[in-house]
């Protein structure tokens, strides 16, 4: 079953007020448009366009809830509350969003119990589990950069940043290397990430020593001094971690998230490459516009760069603190035109599918018992010249058309699927065939 599915996009202070509606072809609204949700999540679960087709149900969450076999298919229907695993995002930043990381399952499960128990409403400001569920997401940049934080980096890159930031100090009219002192002094021994995190969050966000606070104001000044002598033309070693700072500084001054940057790998991805955030991972979108996909859960710890709740202690538990490679998620090509982004995790699935005009199409299917609708179409398309790419689901899928215009088949029935649309496939519709030219993103279980 083909199912249009429909929301209004969220509206954050960090959102665009264009980009989401350039992409999906709608008049801007005026206001900063930062997140279109499509899924079952209880926060804005999606919109059903027919709600007749459903038995009347008007959201996607109300039609799981009462018919969980139909939606879902019987493997995610067997448990005692059936819910779809993943909630899929039209995400477009245009400041920067909260340095944050999200726990693992187990973590959030035993979270969850603890605050239950404790009697913290589930809506209080100082919650930090909300549901008991991990939240690993994936990135795919569709702006042709999209920057971001993510991970910690490597101790010789952050000796090397403070190194620039010495030099910067020296050149200074007013050199204060007491503040730098203090930076390097917490992070020295074996836990000097996790000491240096625990010391700038403490100490920045009400601790009475004053020093994280010196410490901001002056790498602030030095990223400043350092934009006036790259316009004279010297050569700085970390202009964009610098040129970070400032425009964390203004979004959020005084913040001691703008020297937890400086610990983080600063990532520009192109268009088409993809990040994928495992439980632990710190991050911070920072700008640009992508598809997200992630585990279906509201479990945020927050690390600065935001007004709201910082459970210091929590989030120094959730953190890891190890220093990895940026870690870009490489696609699966599973036939032409057809990419599959795998993560480690059994929440969701992210395929890319893209076909230009006179571009190759992928070859006829044969049809199947099980598949007939899908091979008839598929035939048919490759007739006619039209590009057309497959895919197989194993579990209820949810696809957004962002360029063009496909006419989607699969077992039993097809849809017409054009720029802006949306549309929740349930999985007994097997082999899907996409036929036409333009792009589409599709999210699935594994």
Not at 40 to 47: F, K, Q, R, T, Y
Not at 292 to 320: T, Y
Not at 376 to 402: D, E, K, N, Y
Request: aromatic share 6%.
């Amino acid at each position: 079953m083909f199912v249009g599915i429909t929301n209004t996009p969220r509206h954050y202070a960090w959102g665009s007020t264009t980009a989401i509606a350039g992409l999906l072809g709608y008049d801007p609204s005026g206001t900063a448009e930062a997140e279109l949700w499509l899924g079952a999540h209880p926060g804005s679960p999606s919109v059903i366009t027919d709600p007749e087709q459903v038995g009347g149900h008007h959201t996607l969450l109300d039609w799981i809830h009462a018919a969980p076999e139909e939606a879902l298919g019987a493997a995610l229907a067997a448990p005692a509350a059936p819910r779809l695993p993943y909630l899929l995002k039209i995400l477009a930043a245009a400041g920067p969003l909260s340095l944050q990381a999200h726990p693992t399952a187990e973590r959030a499960r035993i979270g969850f119990g603890l605050e239950n128990a404790a009697g913290i409403p589930q809506d209080a400001a100082d919650r930090n589990y909300r549901d008991p569920f991990h939240k690993p997401e994936v990135i795919f940049a569709l702006s042709d950069t999209f920057e971001a934080l993510c991970g910690f980096r490597e101790p010789v890159e952050i000796r090397g940043i403070l190194g620039e930031l010495r030099a910067l100090d020296v050149a200074s009219d007013d050199p204060q290397p007491g503040a730098l002192d203090a930076l390097e002094r917490h992070l020295l021994g074996d836990d000097a990430l996790r000491d240096c995190v625990d010391w700038l969050l403490r100490d920045g966000r009400g601790g009475d020593s004053g020093e994280v606070a010196w410490l901001v104001e002056r790498v602030v000044a030095l990223a400043v001094s350092a934009a006036d002598l790259a316009e004279s033309g010297a050569i700085l070693d970390y202009p964009l971690e610098l040129a970070t700072v400032r425009d964390l500084a203004r979004a959020y001054p005084g913040d001691p998230g703008i020297v937890i940057s400086l610990l983080t790998n600063r990532v520009s991805l192109r268009r088409g490459e993809v990040l994928y955030l495992p439980a632990g991972n710190i991050h911070a979108y920072l700008s640009g516009l992508g598809v997200e996909l992630m585990a279906a859960s509201d479990n945020v710890l927050r690390g600065g760069l935001s007004p709201k709740h910082i459970d210091v202690d929590e989030l120094l538990e959730v953190l890891e603190f190890t220093p990895l490679p940026v870690p870009y998620l490489p696609p699966v090509l599973s036939s032409p035109g057809v990419s599959e982004y795998r993560p480690d995790v059994d929440d969701f699935v992210l395929v890319h599918i893209a076909a230009e005009a006179g571009g190759a199409g992928a070859p006829a299917a044969a049809a199947s018992p099980g598949d007939a609708g899908a091979g008839a179409h598929a035939a048919a398309a490759s007739r006619a010249g039209v590009p057309m790419r497959q895919f197989t689901l194993t579990g209820p899928a949810i696809a957004i058309c962002t360029a063009g215009g496909f006419l989607v088949a699969g077992a039993g029935a097809s849809v017409a699927l054009k720029r802006g649309e949306s549309v929740y496939i349930t999985p007994d519709e097997g082999t899907l065939t996409f036929a036409g030219v333009g792009e589409v993103f599709l999210a699935t279980t594994p």
